[in-house]
């Protein structure tokens, strides 16, 4: 991470309802984000807030009996009381109705209409109230809006308006865009926003009239006419920065790192935003980051079907660290993601309650009823101990890269890598047996010392994902309070010895998932069935030769010159493998990354297109069809198959 500052943003949220799962991941993802780069002394500034004009704020204030104001007080406690909650360390929040925000929003309007970037004109089209956006009729999908995830009914409006020359700008954006490649991410994200601008690109309607809808800052060169919420709300990255109002606090700050969005505001943020700041000449921010949407099961989350996921809910029943660390490890960045509780469960209980927390527990009981409490000293060194030294500064490094490189879902599950490994390491050693004897008793204290030190170092590199339990991590090894040093997690033996540890309580206690109880009835035993012609039967011994296992696919990508092959990086736990798979034609390989698949782990290695190929992955296929196998549910990687 080789950064000067680090200026971060979220969407501004609409206060027209109550936050729910997709506003808390994108906020904690920003947080962490914040986090990692405080970690390493990067000067950082993270902003979010809240979208408060529009007449989406205005029909819910009419809705509850009461003024758009009104109603933009009470539901902007509700977000500013969820991220006190979710623990987020924002720099700045803010409201669109907000002084200093209003005042810098009316001279960018005034200015550009003083150059002839605005004009006024009759407006005659579609308009979407969810999305707040006018379409014209080339663009809606069967008479419906277009917006992905949207497709309300439209209303037909004619009326004048003020219009923001962003067409002018088209082939500028297309060349900024294939210019810059970091620009909009992921990469297809990027080809999307390219493949809208393919087409006639139409002047951005930015007024409406009071006499439809009043709530908005008023045009400061016509005072019949409110801004447009979408040219108001972006105007937050650079007011709040000190734009026009504090011009060496700007300077400092911007262009921003990141912009962080759901996928659905990709199109304001990609197209409108940089026409307008084009426009502005005010240069563009670094990355636009679009990410994927939460579903629930299969379903995107909606008030109507009656399953939007309240994180406020599931902070206080399962606890806010293990909340983030869910969301932080579950979604690869850029795509999509399905929230269960059971999927939480499953993932709290095996990262968390079973390997995190009890190798803490082992490792503290064993140093108090063995060693007076105290970090024992290291001895000689063995294969076991600089594996596990090996493997721990290795995903210390990787979870640095991952975060750099916007996939800290793919860190994070090699840091719970590490603890399997610790875990491994001490079912091998054994300390429990060594300590018992006096000859063997040194040997158990190399052992527990290395378990602490691992533990050491993955409890910093998930403190800015688990503040409050990596801290008491932290404090049960003797390490001092406040944030860790960043330096002393690349390096191994920083744990000093005769470091006194303490007691405590259960760090991750066990969820125990409720279940359903199922009346077994007693079925008759089928009859044998004879073999379908052509299908070999096999023995068991048979099938057993074979190991199969799940993995992870950390990296995925197109093998040159070949039209059907991916070469793909994948983690089995104990070890990461290089495979090729003849699959190129069914999936994207970003498609694939953080992917849980099952591969048959002791096939004999082959060679492929010049490249080394160690395993090889299960598909189901059917004709042109090809799907990939993967397991019901989350298993750790490694997990045996059959």
Request: charged residues 25%; proline residues 6%; aromatic residues 10%.
């Amino acid at each position: 991470m080789d950064r000067q500052n680090f200026y971060i943003t979220t969407p501004i949220y609409y206060v027209n309802d109550r936050p729910h799962i997709g506003h808390a991941y994108t906020t904690i993802l920003a947080d962490v984000l914040a986090r990692y780069h405080r970690l390493i002394n990067v000067p950082t500034w993270f902003l979010t807030g809240t979208d408060e004009h529009g007449q989406k704020v205005q029909r819910a204030a009419e809705a509850a009996g009461m003024s758009p104001q009104q109603q933009a007080d009470e539901t902007v406690v509700r977000f500013q009381e969820l991220w006190r909650k979710l623990e987020i360390t924002n720099d700045d929040f803010i409201r669109t109705t907000e002084p200093r925000h209003q005042e810098v929003v009316r001279k960018i309007l005034q200015d550009l209409y003083d150059r002839d970037e605005i004009y006024r004109a009759e407006f005659e089209g579609w308009y979407c109230v969810t999305c707040e956006r006018f379409y014209t009729e080339k663009d809606l999908v069967e008479g419906h809006c277009p917006e992905p995830g949207c497709g309300r009914p439209v209303e037909r409006i004619t009326e004048p308006n003020y219009f923001f020359r962003m067409s002018k700008y088209q082939q500028w954006l297309i060349d900024y865009i294939e210019a810059n490649p970091k620009f909009i991410q992921p990469d297809f994200r990027r080809n999307e926003t390219l493949g809208f601008l393919r087409k006639e690109l139409t002047d951005l309607c930015i007024s409406r009239p009071k006499s439809r809808m009043g709530w908005g800052i008023e045009l400061p060169f016509d005072a019949d006419f409110v801004t447009y919420v979408w040219f108001d709300a972006l105007v937050n990255y650079i007011s709040a920065a000190g734009y026009l109002s504090d011009e060496a606090r700007f300077e400092k700050l911007w262009p921003a790192s990141y912009h962080l969005i759901g996928k659905d505001i990709l199109t304001t943020h990609t197209v409108y935003w940089p026409t307008m700041l084009k426009a502005m000449d005010v240069p563009m921010p670094e990355t636009i980051f679009a990410h994927g949407w939460w579903l629930v099961g299969r379903d995107k989350m909606s008030k109507s079907a009656g399953n939007v996921v309240d994180p406020i809910a599931m902070a206080n029943q399962y606890g806010v660290d293990a909340f983030r660390y869910f969301l932080m490890t579950e979604m690869s960045l850029g795509q999509d993601a399905s929230f269960t509780e059971e999927a939480f469960i499953r993932r709290y209980n095996t990262d968390l309650a079973n390997d995190l927390g009890n190798m803490l527990s082992r490792v503290t009981k064993l140093i108090g009823s063995y060693f007076d409490g105290k970090i024992p000293v290291p001895q000689e060194l063995g294969e076991g101990e600089e594996r596990l030294k090996s493997t721990t500064l290795k995903a210390a490094e990787e979870l640095v890269t991952s975060v750099d490189r916007m996939r800290p879902d793919q860190g994070l599950n090699g840091m719970a890598a590490v603890v399997r490994e610790a875990n491994r390491y001490m079912e091998a050693r054994q300390p429990w047996t060594l300590a018992k004897a006096d000859d063997t008793r040194a040997d158990a204290g190399t052992v527990l010392y290395y378990a602490a030190e691992a533990l050491r170092i993955v409890s910093g590199m998930l403190y800015p994902v688990m503040p409050g339990k990596m801290g008491e991590l932290r404090s049960a090894l003797g390490l001092p309070g406040g944030d860790p040093v960043f330096a002393d997690l690349h390096e191994w033996g920083r744990l000093e010895p005769g470091t006194p540890i303490q007691k405590m309580k259960i760090l991750f206690p066990r969820i125990q998932a409720p279940r359903e109880t199922v009346p077994v009835k007693e079925k008759a035993k089928p009859k044998q069935k004879e073999a379908p012609v052509g299908v070999v039967q096999i023995e068991y011994a048979d099938f057993a030769k074979l190991s199969l296992r799940t993995a992870r696919i950390l990296e995925a990508e197109k093998v040159e010159g070949a039209d059907k092959l991916l070469r793909l990086q994948i983690d089995l736990g104990d070890e990461q493998r290089q495979i090729v798979a003849g699959i190129a034609q069914h999936y994207e390989p970003d498609t694939l990354i953080g992917r849980s698949i099952v591969v048959v782990a002791n096939l004999k290695p082959a060679r492929i297109r010049k490249i080394d190929s160690n395993g090889m992955l299960l598909a189901a296929t059917q004709g042109d069809q090809l799907r990939l196998v993967t397991v019901d549910g989350d298993m750790p990687v490694g997990s045996s198959v059959g």
